[in-house]
């Protein structure tokens, strides 16, 4: 079965810096990933898929995510975080084919300032 | 507002009654979708539906839960017996036909389930 594993709980990070929040996903087979936040009190929104083509992904709000199927992994980076950007990060995978959304943990992004 | 809803946005329940909650999808949105959240960890799928076919349901899903989605519209998630295991956000999403590749699943504001 396929899952999502994001390797830190909570990353903390001063304004205006780059961040990076990590995730893995367990097969191989072909697969659809993205990564949605989570405001407070609030439902998923999605920031950005990889569906196929381009392994360098482009979202909303200056983040982007780079897939790279040796490695299994779809991190999410953002050269220069604003306060704004603090909330819950969650990775999910879907086999193609299926449609269900598989999601890891979650990670708490916390800006300073 | 022409997004995915939910309600009650909240609800406080005792052990073992029953609770019902309410997800409006998207309107043009055949596929519809609920996942559990608990605290701390990523949403869990629950079901789906495609109108009003329940297509695949998740293990996770007990025989205490029932989900119906009659007129392939609305839909609402029904837990009878509850207990404090329940307790979780309860999410609901949908999404357009499945035309070509993968279609963005659209996630409602949740519903907030506490059992005491």
């Known amino acids: 079965a396929q899952s999502v594993t994001q390797l830190d709980s909570q990353v903390p990070v001063f304004e205006e810096a780059p961040v990076e929040l990590r995730c893995n996903y367990s097969?191989?087979?072909?697969?659809?990933l993205f990564w949605y936040v989570q405001y407070p009190n609030q439902g998923l929104q999605l920031l950005l898929k990889?569906?196929?083509?381009?392994?360098l992904v482009k979202g909303i709000n200056g983040f982007e995510a780079e897939f790279n199927k040796s490695q299994t992994s779809f991190h999410l980076r953002k050269p220069s975080v604003h306060i704004s950007d603090t909330a819950e990060y969650f990775c999910a995978v879907s086999d193609k084919g299926a449609q269900k959304l598989v999601f890891g943990q979650g990670t708490r992004l916390t800006i300073n300032p | 507002d022409t997004g995915v809803s939910q309600d009650p946005r909240h609800k406080i329940t005792k052990r073992g009654q029953n609770v019902t909650f309410r997800c409006d999808p998207i309107?043009?949105?055949?596929?519809l979708y609920w996942y559990r959240q608990t605290l701390g960890q990523g949403p869990e799928f629950l079901t789906y539906?495609?109108?009003?076919?329940?297509?695949?349901k998740s293990r996770l899903l007990s025989d205490r839960f029932s989900a119906e989605r009659p007129k392939g519209s609305f839909s609402t998630l029904e837990i009878q017996r509850t207990e404090q295991g329940d307790s979780a956000m309860y999410l609901c999403a949908s999404s357009l036909p499945l035309t070509s590749g993968y279609n963005e699943q659209f996630f409602g504001p949740g519903t907030r389930l506490t059992v005491l």
């Open positions: 539906f495609q109108n009003e076919a329940q297509l695949e």
């Open positions: 990889y569906l196929s083509g381009s392994t």
């Open positions: 097969s191989s087979v072909s697969v659809y």
């Open positions: 309107s043009e949105h055949n596929r």
